[in-house]
């Protein structure tokens, strides 16, 4: 005996509307509620703007409804579905192809992170539930030929549907739509299928273009003959930290009281990112594209800053406590040092960043060729930042130890936020102190500069990865520290006085491949001198050597 009634194809498509349109969307009604004017005007418009979506939704169910295709599109829609509906619900992210670049290219600590009971709920309610009975409901497919007369009249429905809707409430819906693009970013699950069609198409550009050599005539100046001493220039790429809540970018909280302190340290205020998520900002700041032309699958298929250091000479080494370099550095020495198993920096298989820092010390002593020491950090990356410090550097009290922001005090989540700076703090404070100490020796400098900035609860969104423009500036503005050691002044001929007026200066990550160019003196037709952050201060620059 059947326990469910065999349905038609056009029964299934409709329910299925429906339940896309309630049951992963609760996160979207909330926000279309706070835009829209408040009365019957606004209650009207959010009705007029569900109708549309629901006949959209049903349009499109209605052109894959076969038999074989239709239920396994429907599951794929609803496992996706819950799980986009948990991030977006959890964090306030939006879902485009920069949201599945991060998560195609993220590694199993970053995803064991953001797991939970609540997420697997999520996922067995909102789509194993509703995908079992759907599997076990019979649906009645009538012969090709009546099936697809079916279809044409159901589509035309939906469409008259949708275009009196739109026609009746225009000057509204066409007022929402353009002031409002986050919208269709955060309708599901349309954005899960505009955002994998987006990502697999960057994708299949990126394989089809030809791997480009990049600044092929790069080499070092002239004025390399005249340093005394080798070189070690020290770059750290920071995760997730926010220029607002750096101690010596003037936060309220000493958050870097190491950094504070130590002398000859460059602070530069006013830089932003080139994306809001590791997997577009890394590759953007090495690639040698302005953010507003930069291309990602021109990037993954060039050379970019390493390979020209390379190329004129430098030692070029990557040494990474995260998840990659994201291409950056697939060409030069790649070190990884997030697995390693040190029982004081290292637990449940991850490590703290001082991991970054071990055998530098050997690494000076015996140097022998000019070199480019590139960090990436784990710095601050949530959800879980009570994990990125060791115990000893919790200074501000309580702190939220879950990966379910939303549910915690926003000071706790503050606070475990601010105590991932103050290790940060740490770690380049040490570096500096461990630079200066061979400075004797050595020419050695370090630059800092995170790749994108935090959320922590402001206008409900939580991490980072909302599309740029959209983003908040907590997303967009970061810190970037510069330290040079009295040798490498003098050998690279640097006006710190003159820099340290620059520390208001508009800059952003645009400034880090012309300004490291300069820096170490490397010549090339790409390099753009007035991109160069450091051109206007080095005198013999100026003096045309």
Known sequence: MRTLKILRTEWVTLLASLYLLIGFNSLLWEHLEAVVPPGMVGLWLMLAFAVMMFFAFNLLLTLVAFRY???????????????????????????DAGMFRNVAETNISEVRDLLSLKFALYIVLLGVLPSVV???????????????????????????????VALVNYQGLASLFRNHHELRLMLTPSNVVGASFGYVSERLGSAARPFQQYGADAHRDAAWQHHQRKSLTVLVVGESARAENFGVLGYARDTTPRLSKEQGLLAFADVHSCGTETAVSVPCMFSGMPRKDYDASVARNREGLLDILQRAGLSVQWRDNQSGCKGTCDRVQFVD???????????????????LLQGLAQLLDSLDQDTVLVLHQMGSHGPDYYKRYPAAYERFTPVCRSNALNQCDQQAIVNSYDNTLGYTDQVLASLIDLLRSRQAKVDTAMLYLSDHGESLGEYNLFLHGTPYMLAPEQQRHVPMLAWFSDSYREDFGLDTECLARLR??????????????????VRSEVYQQSLDLFAGCRPWLAAGR
């Open 69 to 95: 295709v239709l239920k396994p599109v429907l599951v794929l829609l609803f496992m996706s579905g819950a799980a986009v509906a948990y991030f977006m619900n959890q964090y306030g992210v939006l879902i």
């Open 134 to 164: 759907l599997y076990k409901a019979p649906i009645a497919y009538r012969r090709w030929h009546r099936e697809v007369f079916g279809k044409l009249l159901v589509s035309g429905a939906c469409a008259l549907a949708i275009g009196s």
């Open 337 to 355: 040092v997030s697995n390693l198993q040190d029982p004081a920096l290292c637990a449940e298989g991850e490590c703290h960043d001082e991991i």
């Open 504 to 521: 208001d200066a508009p800059l952003s990550q645009d400034n880090l491949f012309h300004s490291m160019l300069g820096l170490l003196q």
